[in-house]
């Protein structure tokens, strides 16, 4: 069992920076792919990207590859998705979800195990 909870959600203005914590308690997460997923209102849920199991690679969804990075420190339990140069199309709440040591890194939702309960982001224009 993976417990998550996302933090560092909020406000930011167009242009600006964020970064959104994952910190995970239970088992410990260094046998688990480690996603990131955003919804916004009236869409469905939307893969951002993830980090492998063992933090070698990243995925990001095209619509944030070079403006979002992910970063896991198993010791500490933790892993964030730092998000620069936002824009308001960025704006849903925030997810973090842990796969159970994938051969690959998964894309679709269905996929991850454990969910954190989300955290809101919202981007001003």
């Known amino acids: 069992q993976v417990l998550l909870l996302e933090s560092g959600g909020g406000s930011v203005p167009a242009g600006g920076s964020l970064t959104l914590s994952c910190a995970a308690s239970g088992q410990s997460i260094g046998s688990y792919a480690m996603g990131w997923f955003r919804q916004a209102p009236g869409k469905e849920r939307e893969f951002v990207g993830a980090i492998s199991w063992n933090g070698r690679s990243t995925t990001f969804t095209d619509s944030v590859k070079g403006r979002f990075f992910i970063s896991r420190d198993n010791a500490k339990s933790l892993v964030n998705l730092h998000m620069n140069t936002l824009k308001p199309e960025d704006t849903a709440v925030y997810y973090c979800?842990?796969?159970?040591?994938?051969?690959?890194?998964?894309?679709?939702?269905?996929?991850?195990?454990?969910w954190g309960p989300g955290t809101p982001v919202t981007v001003s224009s």
């Open positions: 979800a842990a796969d159970f040591y994938p051969l690959s890194v998964k894309t679709e939702a269905s996929e991850y195990e454990y």
